[in-house]
């Protein structure tokens, strides 16, 4: 290896390897910030004057496509990654989803750090930085690291430490092959019903977001059932993608989604570390209360089974011996009979931040569609609320708004 040059890891060379002319590789955050903003050039000099925090935001791509690799970007330029678009004037809070849903399907420039924040100018004098992430540079949680790196201001707590990877428990031989034979049936199970957005995509990108009280929806589901926020999204999700479904397509059915669990340990440098495992929303239960119960049920058992890392286990085993079996099991793991759409949920800053002294009102984020998968949503918390960014082909996913709504109104059953 030359020096000076860091080779991706296997999880960073997938997603690069899953961009496409109808699939950008980069994820998003989307950080509104209170009347009277940083001007262009001071964010852009706060930023550079920090990237020594982040040295990966100085990496671009460089090698061969069959071995790529990051190399130090001695030519960076600030003013190529932080910049004001010429129609970023004035956009209300109206036009907010239309133009980030602009932004997000453009495509980041390959011979710089994959990375870029648009300054939006919004109406009454707030401003919006639509940050975008490669995700072979940074997965939910590496992205909130960044922040605090280089744009929040001081010192502070982070949303939580992130999760330890834990493997799973010892056992002999036989506890063995039970636990992996559970696993397998939790897994692999398939949906009964067909996915609606399951189609192909296209380029365009359709953004919306939800917005829920972080502390009443705790307090509401622990009370409830003894779940937890996680299950809270998982249940919110169900009830919005029941009316919309009823409204949309009238057939009701179970639903898989597939959950990251981040296996980041606390203080790793990684770009990229997770695993998943798959659970079945129980979209025709009519009681919202119920399915809350049926999700927290399912969670706890991928829990408490170690699923995450017991998949993650399996895969690095299969690369190892057979990467052949590897790429099969992962052409599985794709297929829209194993999940509907991707549900994640990354926590941030538990305490209000600032940037250049300027209140962070909010804090969005969203994720990349994938092939026959046309609907992603992306929970992040902020302080006291919690969003969930939902994005979509606005041809394959109609009315992406009146989902939106009906996460929030399915919330408010549990607040």
């Known amino acids: 290896m030359e020096a000076g040059t860091i080779p991706l890891t296997p999880e960073d060379r997938a997603i690069l390897d899953l961009e496409s002319p109808r699939v950008a590789g980069h994820t998003c955050k989307v950080i509104v910030l209170a009347e009277g903003g940083p001007r262009l050039g001071a964010l852009r000099d706060e930023v550079a004057a920090r990237l020594g925090g982040a040295p990966e935001l100085l990496r671009r791509l460089d090698g061969p496509a069959d071995a790529p690799v990051w190399r130090q970007d001695r030519d960076f330029d600030p003013a190529a990654h932080i910049v004001s678009p010429k129609d970023a004037i004035d956009v209300d809070q109206a036009r907010l989803c239309e133009t980030v849903g602009e932004i997000f399907a453009q495509r980041l420039d390959r011979s710089r750090p994959l990375w870029r924040m648009d300054v939006l100018s919004l109406g009454q004098g707030g401003s919006a930085i639509v940050w975008r992430i490669h995700h072979a540079l940074a997965d939910g949680t590496t992205a909130m690291r960044l922040a605090h790196a280089v744009l ?18 010892a056992a002999d031989d036989d506890a063995r092959r039970r636990r992996l034979a559970g696993l397998l049936r939790r897994e692999f199970a398939r949906s009964r019903s067909p996915s609606p957005f399951d189609a192909p995509i296209g380029a ?27 299950d809270a999204v998982l249940a919110c999700v169900a009830g919005g993608l029941r009316r919309w479904i009823e409204l949309h397509h009238g057939e009701l059915g179970d639903m898989r989604v597939k959950v990251p669990v981040s296996l980041h340990h606390e203080g790793d440098s990684v770009g990229n570390r997770d695993s ?43 690369e ?7 790429r099969i099991v992962k052409r599985l793991e794709r297929s829209p009979r194993r999940f509907a759409l991707n549900v994640s949920n990354v926590p941030g800053p538990r305490g209000r931040m600032t940037i250049l002294g300027t209140p962070v009102s909010s804090l969005r984020s969203l994720a990349e569609i994938g092939e026959r998968h046309a609907l992603r949503v992306a929970a992040l918390s902020y302080a006291d609320e919690i969003c969930l960014g939902l994005c979509a082909d606005p041809d ?8 939106a709504r009906g996460i929030e109104a399915e919330a408010q059953h549990f607040l």
């Open 320 to 326: 190892r011996v057979s990467p052949r079996m590897e």
């Open 204 to 230: 365009r990108r359709e953004v919306e977001f939800a917005r829920i009280p972080l502390g009443a929806l705790h307090d509401g589901v622990r009370r409830l059932a003894g779940a937890t926020v996680n």
């Open 396 to 403: 394959v996913v109609h009315d992406l708004g009146d989902l």
């Open 276 to 318: 998943f495992f798959a659970v079945a929303l129980p979209i025709a239960e009519s009681d919202p209360l119920e399915r809350l119960r049926q999700i927290h049920a399912e969670t706890a058992e991928r829990k408490e089974e170690h699923d995450a890392a017991e998949i993650d286990d399996l895969t690095r085993g299969l």
């Open 152 to 169: 929040f201001d001081g010192v502070t707590e982070h949303g939580g430490a992130p999760a330890t990877r834990g493997s799973a428990p």
